[in-house]
């Protein structure tokens, strides 16, 4: 017996993945060097015709019809390079290595050389959806050796996440288009994330709230146009109690947030194609801020706070659903804006209307409005951002005027919503025909003779500012 497909890493994402595979009818093969952990897949995947799993190395790459199609799901960075090298002497041409994990995307494109040299094909996949997408269906994010996917692509089809009907995974793109899509995926999460938080901060210490009043208002939202998954596992989250004492859980969660550098190497990484992405850089800083508690807590001893302002419960939560709306959409602009200038520095060949409808169902950012950026994008592929897509303008204008509300309240009132802050003046700024940099631009001139151009006259001119 020869199975279809062979994971390497057995961790939740992995034993969830295979037995995901199995249940769309192709068989799987599990390999982890921890006995502890082939056991459990065993013990969970019951049918060993169609599951199995071993910790020998030898036994599982025997087990794999040729050629084989190994998906790694094991911990980016120097684990993935060990896997990889353990795998080759028992590989034959033509054989096929999926990177599943959130890899970093030049690693990526160094291993695909490697391997095209030893005559292996590879190509880096972004899974989104945790757990439980691995489990019940993920979205998949591949980029590329195309003829490599087509390969395996039956399989990423059957055990993705539909989105009414239609698979959640799509051929991203050339060498390492895969995970770049899924580290910008991330680098949206993240600007999500910190805006759900800070509206929560908001309603909870302005709005005087109660966890069952949050819970009430999330998923009320999460019936409406900001239906999203991580509206609904917000509004989930409020309604957990402590286990270990009383009250609610969300209340006994020490505020640090925790990072695995996804996010982090978006930013980076649109520093250095010089696309701004501010709500994704800011949700980055929140984080490291979060984690400097004890200086926090110094601090907050040092200086006075206003009093929020007294504000209407109701009045607050409609501002805050307009202002979640406009931020969300800012956000997905900045990402998106980043793929499309990355697809082409690295040559990827994106689509970014393929991206977006990948991500209506099975990822972590999936949400109502991915159906309509997938829309916007259908209807001009060359789409330069989201904020000129006319579908976009009536969103956007529609509910600006509440963030700004909420942002100019937040200020008064000393409570941080710099997501918030940071989407509004990206919106400000990119819809401002004329900025006040012709002045920092007399300042290079200034002082460096740096140059500028004119807006009357075409050339590059340069004055003597000091006069004698
Ligand atoms: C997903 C997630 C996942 C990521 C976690 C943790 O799409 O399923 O993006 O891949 O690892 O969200 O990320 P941080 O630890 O950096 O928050």
Known sequence: ??????????????????LNVADNNFSAFGHDLDQEKVDALIEEGGNTEKVNASSDLKTFIDALSTPRKIML???????????????IPHLDKGDIIVDGGNSFYTDTDRRDAYLEEKGIHFFGAGVSGGAKGARKGPSIMPG??????????????????????????????KKSAGNYVKMVHNGIEYGLMQLTSEIYDLLKKAGGLTNSELHNTYSEWNSGRLQSFLVEITADIFTEKDDKGDGDLIDKILDKAKQKGTGKWTSQNAMDLGIPVPSIDIAVSMREISA???????????????????????ELTKLAEEALYFAFIITYAQGLHQLT???????YGCDLAVIAKIWRAGCI?????????TEAYNDNPELKNLLLAPKFVEKVQSTVASARTLVSYAA??????????NSLTYFDAYTSSRLPLNLIQAQRDYFGSHTYERLDIEGIFHTEWEKE
Do not use: H
């Open 1 to 18: 017996k020869k199975y279809d497909f062979g994971l390497v890493g057995l961790g939740v994402m992995g034993r969830n993945f295979i």
């Open 73 to 87: 799901l094991v911990p980016a960075g120097k684990v993935v390079d060990i896997v990889i090298d353990s795998l």
């Open 144 to 173: 590329g050796d195309a003829e490599a996917y087509k390969v395996v692509q039956p399989i990423f089809e059957a055990v993705s996440a539909k989105y009414k009907g239609e698979p959640c995974v799509a051929y991203m793109g």
């Open 292 to 314: 400097l508690k004890d200086e926090r807590i110094l601090a907050d001893e040092l200086y006075n706070r206003p009093t929020p302002e007294a504000i209407d419960k109701a």
């Open 341 to 347: 200038d990355a697809s082409k520095e690295y040559g």
């Open 365 to 373: 950012i999936r949400a109502a409005l991915l159906a309509d950026i």
């Open 412 to 421: 008064k009132s000393g409570i941080p919503v710099p997501g918030l802050s």
